[in-house]
């Protein structure tokens, strides 16, 4: 796997799912030596249920520590520590990652416990947990979401729960951007397989998930939360910390270039999770004919950033055409490529969030 590819596989079998990425890039070869130390980095900042759009799914860490058993893998460690004000042995038990530790035999670290050392992160003093600095090989598991703070987070922000919590409480009082951004230039993530399942749509702690129902995966984190903030609707260099990151030469924004590789696995049901109502009134703008979950969540983060720009008033609901019971059908606003037919459409199979935001002013004004 090259550092500016990408992979792509959606479905609801998230555990196989997990594997099947893993596999295509290869990454028992990208790792080596069986004696390495791994440890498996998941996002699991509360005691939550990975359902309401905050924490990793289980199955995807039980992906990982599958592929990595049967490629004779076997010195590895699950590793977390929760937001401040959260109980990390607690949280891993709620959301159900304990269990998977304990079924492959892998132990898991809290890291709220863990000694730490201080280093210097190009020119900015930051404390990273001894756990993970003594790691050879590290996975991580983001959940691609919004952030009250910094708009997005995934990979590069999920390196966090590798500090101590009085640091965590530091870079809150700096600004999350910066600190963010330098403490990528110590923590190198080797592989990182994102849970675009149901992330939520502005907040980190979940309550508005987004039915997805990919897994994505990737060698660069700066490239990974380029790729998720266009997912989400936005640019990659309007959100600081990873235009810092970029200049601090963590990896590159540019997704133009990327290589996609899908392994696509169907077009599961969008109606397969519960729906907030946030979520619910945003989906009334579109009039949805067998969506898959990838089309249809990309317009329901679009139309969240157009609700946020007041450009949603005055427009009917059910006014944007989605999904393949359109397709060789004639209409007037279409998103996919299924609605190449309609007299305004926009294509991409699935268009990103920030082209639909896009497509959907210019029709609009």
Request: charged share 25%.
């Amino acid at each position: 796997m090259q550092k500016n590819d990408i992979y792509i596989i959606q479905g609801e079998n998230y555990k196989e799912m997990a594997v099947r990425i893993l596999r295509a890039a290869d990454l028992a070869a990208d790792i080596g030596d069986r004696r390495k130390r791994i440890g498996v980095k998941p996002n699991i900042l509360a005691a939550k249920k990975a359902s309401g759009g905050a924490v990793t799914h289980p199955e995807l860490v039980d992906g990982v520590l599958t592929y990595l058993k049967e490629e004779g893998f076997l010195n590895l460690v699950v590793l977390e520590g929760s937001w401040i004000g959260d109980c990390t042995s607690q949280a891993v038990r709620i959301c159900g990652v304990y269990d998977i530790c304990e079924k492959h035999g892998v132990p898991f670290l809290d890291l709220q416990k863990d000694s730490f050392q201080t280093l210097d992160a190009a020119g900015m003093s930051v404390s990273v947990c001894d756990a993970a600095l003594k790691l050879d090989y590290l996975i991580n598991l983001p959940v691609l979401k919004g952030h009250c703070q910094t708009t997005v987070t995934c990979a590069l922000k999920n390196s966090k729960g590798l500090i101590p919590n009085s640091e965590k409480r530091r870079f809150h009082t700096l600004g999350l951007h910066g600190p963010i951004a330098h403490l990528n230039t110590v923590i190198h993530q080797d592989f990182i397989l994102v849970d675009n399942i149901c992330g939520d749509l502005d907040f980190e702690e979940g309550g508005n998930p987004v039915v997805m129902n990919r897994v994505l995966g990737f060698k660069d984190p700066v490239l990974c939360d380029s790729f998720a903030a266009e997912s989400m609707g936005h640019r990659a260099h309007d959100i600081a910390y990873i235009r810092m990151a970029e200049q601090l030469g963590v990896g590159s924004t540019d997704v133009a270039h990327a290589r996609l590789i899908s392994l696509n696995e169907g077009t599961p049901d969008v109606k397969t999770m519960r729906r907030s109502q946030r979520v619910t009134k945003l989906a009334a703008y579109a009039d949805a004919k067998e969506a898959c979950s990838a089309c249809y969540g990309s317009l329901i983060y679009a139309l969240d950033r157009l609700r946020d720009e007041g450009r949603l008033r005055g427009h009917k609901t059910g006014d944007i055409a989605i999904g393949q019971g359109y397709r060789g059908k004639t209409g007037k606003i279409g998103v996919g490529q299924c609605t190449k037919c309609f007299e305004k459409t926009l294509g991409g199979c699935p268009p990103k969030a920030v082209d639909i935001v896009a497509f959907l002013r210019k029709e609009w004004d």
